[in-house]
């Protein structure tokens, strides 16, 4: 009975977790280049060793086969696709790791799935991209989001001990429907979030010329950390300077593959700095409204002031999240983004921004298309 069981547990094993390994590849290069994204492995890690520990209590409170764990499986299903059909990373790990856990529910019963259902839990903070969406909506309380899941992951944790020591079953459907409810309710409020901040008439700027008023450019060479972030889509760099000031100009193509367009504030605390402020500003250019996602962030010793937008020919906007709810590959979009220090006060810094797009505005583009296209290898 028990060789049967161990067989039942190595077949839900096997078969269960082939869509998170299908992922797997995409995880460990996030890992690789996204420092935020590393503390995922740890979690990863746990989980092992949490599954580790649970095994003897779940072997021995093994059932037959489950059909019922159809109730998870199927929903898990659904997200693994419309993930896919979205391409949405994240979404297409948690639909994998449900479905993972809802076929060791298949084969051993829902006992044994529900006493190692915390250690999924804890897999789930391996998903790539969670800490910053974490840190992004903890709002005013502006928390790391590595400090959420460190508190999930001891939550998590605490009701693993309390299934191992006790077994205390709940009503299966109660389960899978408050899960499949809490899923629902999070999908409607980050949708919400991401169509929060208005969208406004497209807004491409003509910022290649040389000259913008008291402002004189010149062009720079993407780097090799532009090509970590951005990938091969084309990017265009420009350094503005008058008497006094300076103003980076960052214009990136959109291409094919949005995974290789990230929230702004992302890269700056990949790249080592630290956000002190962001939000949605108004900004009125010669009579174009225009949102900009504002941030304020430090590195060094030095503040410097960001102002982020996308724009396809269209309409504009500057919530990432919109952005990405907003884009398709058959739609070309730029992604815009200016910066300038803070020596002078954050008034003179918005005044310098609002007036090279003022000048590069005049002669405004009607979409943007890149000099020059380069190939996928």
């Given at each position: 009975?028990?060789?049967?069981?161990?067989?039942?547990?190595?077949?839900?094993?096997?078969?269960?977790?082939?869509?998170?390994?299908?992922?797997?590849?995409?995880?460990?290069?996030?890992?690789?280049?996204?420092?935020?994204?590393?503390?995922?492995?740890?979690?990863?890690?746990?989980?092992?060793?949490?599954?580790?520990?649970?095994?003897?209590?779940?072997?021995?409170?093994?059932?037959?086969?489950?059909?019922?764990?159809?109730?998870?499986?199927?929903?898990?299903?659904?997200?693994?696709?419309?993930?896919?059909?979205?391409?949405?990373?994240?979404?297409?790990?948690?639909?994998?790791?449900?479905?993972?856990?809802?076929?060791?529910?298949?084969?051993?019963?829902?006992?044994?799935?529900?006493?190692?259902?915390?250690?999924?839990?804890?897999?789930?903070?391996?998903?790539?991209?969670?800490?910053?969406?974490?840190?992004?909506?903890?709002?005013?309380?502006?928390?790391?989001?590595?400090?959420?899941m460190a508190a999930i992951a001891v939550v998590a944790g605490t009701?693993?001990?309390?299934?191992?020591?006790?077994?205390?079953?709940?009503?299966?459907?109660?389960?899978?429907?408050?899960?499949?409810?809490?899923?629902?309710?999070?999908?409607?409020?980050?949708?919400?979030?991401?169509?929060?901040?208005?969208?406004?008439?497209?807004?491409?700027?003509?910022?290649?010329?040389?000259?913008?008023?008291?402002?004189?450019?010149?062009?720079l060479p993407a780097t090799e950390a532009d090509r970590r972030f951005?990938?091969?889509?084309?990017?265009?760099?420009?350094?503005?300077?008058?008497?006094?000031?300076?103003?980076?100009?960052?214009?990136?193509?959109?291409?094919?593959?949005?995974?290789?367009?990230?929230?702004?504030?992302?890269?700056?605390?990949?790249?080592?700095?630290?956000?002190?402020?962001?939000?949605?500003?108004?900004?009125?250019?010669?009579?174009?409204?225009?949102?900009?996602?504002?941030?304020?962030?430090?590195?060094?010793?030095?503040?410097?002031?960001?102002?982020?937008?996308?724009?396809?020919?269209?309409?504009?906007?500057?919530?990432?999240?919109?952005?990405?709810?907003?884009?398709?590959?058959?739609?070309?979009?730029?992604?815009?983004?200016?910066?300038?220090?803070?020596?002078?006060?954050?008034?003179?810094?918005?005044?310098?921004?609002?007036?090279?797009?003022?000048?590069?505005?005049?002669?405004?583009?009607?979409?943007?298309?890149?000099?020059?296209?380069?190939?996928?290898?």
């Amino acid at each position: 009975m028990m060789a049967r069981r161990h067989l039942r547990l190595c077949l839900a094993a096997a078969l269960g977790f082939i869509p998170l390994a299908v992922k797997m590849p995409y995880i460990v290069q996030a890992y690789l280049n996204s420092p935020l994204d590393r503390p995922g492995l740890a979690f990863g890690i746990l989980f092992l060793l949490a599954a580790a520990v649970a095994t003897p209590k779940v072997l021995a409170r093994a059932a037959g086969w489950d059909l019922s764990a159809l109730l998870a499986l199927l929903p898990a299903l659904a997200v693994i696709l419309a993930g896919m059909a979205k391409d949405i990373h994240a979404v297409t790990i948690v639909g994998a790791i449900t479905f993972a856990w809802a076929a060791l529910w298949l084969a051993l019963g829902w006992r044994s799935a529900y006493c190692i259902a915390p250690a999924f839990a804890i897999l789930m903070l391996m998903t790539t991209s969670l800490r910053y969406w974490l840190g992004y909506f903890s709002g005013p309380l502006c928390l790391d989001g590595i400090v959420i899941m460190a508190a999930i992951a001891v939550v998590a944790g605490t009701w693993l001990a309390a299934n191992l020591l006790w077994e205390t079953t709940p009503s299966r459907e109660l389960f899978c429907f408050s899960g499949i409810v809490g899923a629902v309710l999070l999908a409607v409020a980050v949708h919400e979030l991401s169509g929060m901040h208005a969208t406004s008439p497209p807004f491409i700027p003509d910022i290649s010329r040389a000259s913008l008023d008291n402002y004189l450019g010149s062009e720079l060479p993407a780097t090799e950390a532009d090509r970590r972030f951005y990938g091969d889509n084309d990017i265009e760099k420009y350094f503005f300077t008058d008497d006094v000031s300076i103003i980076h100009v960052l214009a990136v193509h959109c291409g094919d593959d949005v995974h290789q367009i990230h929230p702004t504030s992302h890269c700056l605390r990949t790249g080592g700095w630290d956000v002190l402020d962001e939000k949605s500003q108004h900004v009125s250019i010669n009579s174009n409204n225009l949102v900009v996602n504002e941030i304020v962030a430090a590195q060094n010793m030095q503040q410097t002031l960001f102002w982020v937008w996308y724009s396809n020919d269209e309409q504009s906007t500057a919530s990432f999240l919109n952005f990405r709810r907003l884009w398709t590959p058959s739609r070309p979009w730029a992604s815009f983004l200016l910066q300038t220090g803070l020596d002078d006060g954050l008034d003179a810094a918005r005044q310098r921004l609002h007036d090279l797009l003022a000048a590069a505005s005049k002669n405004p583009k009607m979409t943007w298309a890149p000099r020059q296209h380069r190939a996928k290898p």
